[in-house]
């Protein structure tokens, strides 16, 4: 049976068996996975192209690195409060709904990415200075951010879009979307970053065109592919996707109360736990910043290089989240809690064996990143105590989609928080003067892991949804 025939024995309380469960949740989540990944070649590529032109150009990406993931996270968060309504109103099989939700998210997200890019540009040319950063990279990293940040629009255009179409079932169309982007990110970065050269092929020598804009040219490539991207998924969103079509849709693009209070209630809580997050980890950053150019290049490296293991847990998470979010709009609570579980442990199975890889592989990993002997080793060293981490990781990934689907945030978040800070923060602070870098990313293990235990415990016994007879 496809795919869209099993949605809609979900919004239409057709019964459905734990292998037709099964297959929905295999059906939504391979292409979601392979869009993940798909990501993070891109950022292996982009890092190994910047990584070439020396550990100084690494380290200035890396500086700003989690700046960037703050800024994101604020525009993130807009599509996740109104894409979550989307769901359940097309669980509840109420598409006209649906469709005013998503006009009225097309004028907040254009509103709050302009005030994100606006403030962000104001602040770059402080931003490396504050973030402990050398002068040798304080100009590429400012650059670099300043360039990231000038693309809110475009980014706000990707994620409404995606998570609209997530929500509407359509995952695979936004995850081929997704791999496209990466390809074209590739292909622009390749021209944009390095000048222009004499490649010796064979008897023959090719000339290859390049701006030479350095780690500048890593970011205009990106936000061109992005670009590119995002105008399609929202043609397709407003004009081919059935549950969100907007053609000849009389609903108005001003938002409503209820709805814009419903979104606060939903991101609200994601919004407060993403930026402080995202302090803490720039307040990490800001713990190894002293630790010199080779610990902040092999952090970011590592960081990119484990990204690869833990991008299919988000995948399956965004599968959860669709369907958990229609079978709570539809009022199936007992077929929520399967897709929750469903969804939790083929994260935990994915993840667990991605660990196994990374844990082997991590040598293999870093040389591809960067040609620098010590980053390579600190590197690999780290991604080996961090793979021990990943199943439990991957528990607190899905976890979070499952309450994010529920549209049950606020409880999920403080646990985020709290984790974060009272367990990473604390213990990288501790450990880092004295082990330098293994202290961080031993740190970053011993939270994640007890992260996703806490999620797991409030899965099985958190009142995260009322049970129905």
Request: with cysteine; glycine share 10%; hydrophobic share 55%.
């Given at each position: 049976?496809?795919?869209?025939?099993?949605?809609?024995?979900?919004?239409?309380?057709?019964?459905?068996?734990?292998?037709?469960?099964?297959?929905?949740?295999?059906?939504?989540?391979?292409?979601?996975?392979?869009?993940?990944?798909?990501?993070?070649?891109?950022?292996?590529?982009?890092?190994?192209?910047?990584?070439?032109?020396?550990?100084?150009?690494?380290?200035?990406?890396?500086?700003?690195?989690?700046?960037?993931?703050?800024?994101?996270?604020?525009?993130?968060?807009?599509?996740?409060?109104?894409?979550?309504?989307?769901?359940?109103?097309?669980?509840?099989?109420?598409?006209?709904?649906?469709?005013?939700?998503?006009?009225?998210?097309?004028?907040?997200?254009?509103?709050?990415?302009?005030?994100?890019?606006?403030?962000?540009?104001?602040?770059?040319?402080?931003?490396?200075?504050?973030?402990?950063?050398?002068?040798?990279?304080?100009?590429?990293?400012?650059?670099?951010?300043?360039?990231?940040?000038?693309?809110?629009?475009?980014?706000?255009?990707?994620?409404?879009?995606?998570?609209?179409?997530?929500?509407?079932?359509?995952?695979?169309?936004?995850?081929?979307?997704?791999?496209?982007?990466?390809?074209?990110?590739?292909?622009?970065?390749?021209?944009?970053?390095?000048?222009?050269?004499?490649?010796?092929?064979?008897?023959?020598?090719?000339?290859?065109?390049?701006?030479?804009?350095?780690?500048?040219?890593?970011?205009?490539?990106?936000?061109?592919?992005?670009?590119?991207?995002?105008?399609?998924?929202?043609?397709?969103?407003?004009?081919?996707?059935?549950?969100?079509?907007?053609?000849?849709?009389?609903?108005?693009?001003?938002?409503?109360?209820?709805?814009?209070?419903?979104?606060?209630?939903?991101?609200?809580?994601?919004?407060?736990?993403?930026?402080?997050?995202?302090?803490?980890q720039i307040t990490c950053t800001i713990i190894v910043a002293p630790l010199g150019a080779v610990a902040i290049?092999?952090?970011?490296?590592?960081?990119?290089?484990?990204?690869?293991?833990?991008?299919?847990?988000?995948?399956?998470?965004?599968?959860?989240?669709?369907?958990?979010?229609?079978?709570?709009?539809?009022?199936?609570?007992?077929?929520?809690?399967?897709?929750?579980?469903?969804?939790?442990?083929?994260?935990?199975?994915?993840?667990?064996?991605?660990?196994?890889?990374?844990?082997?592989?991590?040598?293999?990993?870093?040389?591809?990143?960067?040609?620098?002997?010590?980053?390579?080793?600190?590197?690999?060293?780290?991604?080996?105590?961090?793979?021990?981490?990943?199943?439990?990781?991957?528990?607190?990934?899905?976890?979070?989609?499952?309450?994010?689907?529920?549209?049950?945030?606020?409880?999920?978040?403080?646990?985020?928080?709290?984790?974060?800070?009272?367990?990473?923060?604390?213990?990288?602070?501790?450990?880092?003067?004295?082990?330098?870098?293994?202290?961080?990313?031993?740190?970053?293990?011993?939270?994640?892991?007890?992260?996703?235990?806490?999620?797991?415990?409030?899965?099985?016994?958190?009142?995260?949804?009322?049970?129905?007879?």
């Amino acid at each position: 049976m496809k795919k869209d025939e099993l949605l809609l024995r979900i919004r239409e309380r057709q019964k459905l068996t734990t292998g037709e469960q099964l297959r929905l949740v295999v059906l939504l989540s391979v292409p979601a996975i392979l869009a993940q990944v798909s990501t993070i070649l891109m950022f292996y590529i982009d890092d190994a192209m910047v990584g070439s032109l020396g550990a100084l150009a690494s380290a200035s990406v890396g500086l700003v690195a989690t700046t960037t993931w703050l800024f994101w996270s604020i525009i993130s968060c807009v599509a996740t409060g109104f894409s979550v309504q989307v769901a359940h109103r097309i669980g509840a099989n109420d598409l006209s709904g649906a469709r005013a939700v998503f006009r009225q998210s097309m004028t907040v997200g254009l509103l709050l990415s302009l005030a994100v890019s606006l403030v962000g540009a104001g602040v770059s040319p402080w931003l490396p200075g504050w973030l402990g950063g050398d002068a040798a990279i304080s100009h590429d990293a400012t650059v670099y951010f300043l360039i990231f940040v000038l693309g809110g629009p475009l980014a706000m255009a990707d994620m409404l879009a995606s998570s609209m179409l997530r929500s509407a079932g359509e995952i695979k169309v936004a995850s081929w979307a997704n791999v496209v982007m990466c390809v074209l990110d590739v292909v622009f970065n390749f021209f944009a970053i390095f000048p222009t050269r004499v490649w010796a092929v064979a008897d023959c020598s090719v000339t290859i065109p390049g701006l030479g804009w350095g780690v500048a040219g890593a970011a205009a490539g990106t936000l061109l592919a992005e670009g590119l991207v995002s105008a399609f998924l929202l043609w397709y969103a407003v004009t081919r996707c059935r549950e969100l079509c907007l053609v000849g849709d009389g609903s108005s693009f001003r938002p409503q109360r209820l709805v814009m209070r419903r979104a606060s209630t939903i991101a609200g809580p994601i919004l407060l736990q993403r930026a402080l997050m995202n302090v803490a980890q720039i307040t990490c950053t800001i713990i190894v910043a002293p630790l010199g150019a080779v610990a902040i290049a092999a952090n970011v490296l590592g960081v990119t290089a484990e990204s690869l293991c833990y991008m299919p847990g988000y995948g399956i998470g965004e599968a959860a989240t669709t369907l958990v979010g229609q079978s709570y709009g539809a009022g199936r609570l007992r077929l929520t809690r399967h897709f929750a579980w469903m969804t939790t442990l083929l994260g935990i199975g994915v993840m667990t064996v991605m660990g196994v890889v990374m844990y082997v592989a991590a040598p293999l990993m870093m040389a591809s990143l960067t040609p620098d002997a010590a980053v390579r080793l600190l590197g690999t060293e780290c991604l080996r105590i961090e793979a021990w981490a990943e199943p439990m990781f991957a528990a607190s990934i899905v976890g979070m989609s499952v309450f994010i689907g529920a549209g049950n945030t606020a409880v999920p978040s403080l646990m985020n928080l709290f984790s974060m800070w009272a367990v990473r923060v604390t213990l990288a602070a501790l450990l880092a003067p004295r082990y330098g870098l293994h202290g961080v990313w031993f740190a970053m293990a011993v939270e994640l892991t007890f992260r996703g235990l806490i999620f797991l415990a409030r899965m099985k016994w958190g009142r995260w949804m009322e049970e129905k007879n």
